[in-house]
């Protein structure tokens, strides 16, 4: 019965959202009292559990997340983005040109959101094909699967960072482990892959670059923005910063090295929100103050960052909630239990119920939260690295992106493509970093599980 109401509570999921057109947070919020009265959790305790898990799941990410936020759209504000991208492009040359276009997109795409940097990129990539006389899908597919991968395997993207918290993963082993899978992912599904799919759909490659689709937008003055050097390093450094700690950590368990304040001090710099406040402070100076940008129009771009991801916000706390209540109302046991006694792997599972309800829901961000609480009950009895466990949901929820996800149908308008080379596109280059996805952690396993 568990698991019958869980199917129930999903379908009514896509009732609401799909068919009567409401909000994902408030569908969430129904859905989560739903399904905790049809578990049977006491009445006193519904309201406090939906409490608990939406309070817990924004504890740990705001933070993070609203500093994320606010440092990529500094970067993109400044013009830092377009100097990384236009920069890379120049460097490597017409003849390797796809390269430059995953290079630039992989750094952007770790400090800004998905959709952000589809938007930020789009007119660079469509600009540069038309120029050089490409096909918009030969610069575009290598530039989607490098801010699909980042999205869906490093912090602070949403996904990573809330999953990461739920499981209690060390989140700079999460990004050290997730740079080794995203990079050949981002190889495989972009570049390519996008040999094979010519092939496949050819009529997508046969047009030309429309500006059109992508109506007005802030065209930068190159000279004017950051210099290459900074705008990479004020990108790059909350990277830089939690991978090293991470990576220390290592070193001195691997060494055998005593504990002692020095460890404890790179243990606090290397913390996801230590690093997220002090890559911040350096981006208002980088790519404001000292360009002689007045702080209030540096406060503004923070400010507009923090406004745009209110809804965001409130939709990981419904997946938050809705999660509790699945742990609270017993599902999560319950699925534990019927594998106590097998020998199922928690990477494959959290991956398998990660990807079905990326494919029902369409969110891969409300799907990796979900899946949350189907997979932590089953972690006492298995195991597994934590980190690898948060980077399997993470693949999961990225597998075939289709009509359901605002994904599909960005990449669809702005490509001007139709729909059967949206699905030959955009939506077998999301499988494709999934599968990779997968077979990433699993090959990770047999080194650090």
Not at 306 to 330: C, H, P, R, T
Request: charged content about 10%; glycine content about 10%; proline content about 4%.
């Amino acid at each position: 019965m568990p698991l019958v109401i869980v199917v129930a509570g999903i379908v009514l999921l896509l009732l609401l959202i799909m068919k009567l057109k409401l909000n994902t947070f408030v569908s969430l919020i129904i859905v989560s009292f739903c399904v905790a009265l049809a578990l049977g959790l006491p009445l006193d305790k519904v309201v406090k559990s939906i409490e608990s898990g939406l309070g817990g799941t924004l504890g740990h990410i705001a933070l993070i997340f609203g500093l994320g936020a606010m440092l990529g759209r500094l970067i993109a504000d400044a013009g830092g983005a377009q100097r990384i991208a236009v920069t890379l492009i120049e460097k490597f040359g017409e003849r390797n040109v796809q390269w430059a276009v995953v290079v630039a997109s992989f750094i952007i795409g770790i400090a800004l959101f998905f959709e952000v940097g589809l938007v930020l990129l789009v007119p660079i990539v469509l600009t540069m094909a038309k120029q050089m006389k490409l096909s918009p899908l030969h610069l575009g597919v290598p530039m989607c699967a490098a801010l699909l991968a980042t999205h869906a395997f490093l912090p602070p993207h949403p996904g990573p960072t809330v999953i990461a918290g739920e499981y209690g993963a060390d989140i700079g082993q999460v990004l050290v482990y997730g740079i080794l899978i995203a990079i050949p992912a981002v190889i495989i599904a972009g570049p390519i892959y996008n040999a094979i799919a010519k092939r496949i759909v050819p009529s997508g490659f046969a047009k030309k670059a429309d500006l059109d689709t992508i109506g007005s937008f802030k065209a930068f003055d190159l000279e004017k923005t950051p210099a290459f050097g900074i705008s990479v390093l004020t990108a790059m450094l909350p990277v830089i910063m939690m991978s090293a700690a991470a990576v220390i950590a290592v070193i001195r368990s691997e060494a055998g090295i005593a504990d002692n304040t020095g460890f404890a001090i790179i243990r606090l710099v290397g913390d996801a929100s230590v690093s997220m406040v002090v890559s911040l402070l350096f981006a208002m100076w980088t790519m404001g103050v000292r360009r002689d940008i007045p702080v209030k129009d540096v406060m503004a771009s923070c400010v507009s960052a923090a406004s745009n991801i209110g809804m965001m916000l409130l939709i990981i706390g419904g997946g938050g909630a809705f999660k509790q209540v699945l742990i609270d109302g017993g599902v999560g046991k319950y699925v534990a239990d019927l594998f106590a006694n097998t020998n199922a792997s928690p990477l494959i599972f959290a991956w398998g119920v990660a990807a079905l309800l990326r494919i029902s829901l369409g969110s891969a961000t409300v799907a990796a939260i979900s899946t949350a609480g189907l997979v932590i009950p089953m972690l006492a009895t298995h195991n597994v690295n934590l980190a690898l466990v948060t980077l399997a949901t993470g693949a999961g929820s990225a597998i075939c992106s289709h009509v359901n996800d605002a994904g599909f149908w960005m990449f669809k308008e702005y490509f001007g493509l139709s729909m059967k080379e949206t699905f030959g596109t955009w939506t077998v280059l999301s499988t494709i970093v999934s599968l990779l996805g997968l077979i990433g952690v699993l090959v990770l396993e047999g080194f650090v599980g």
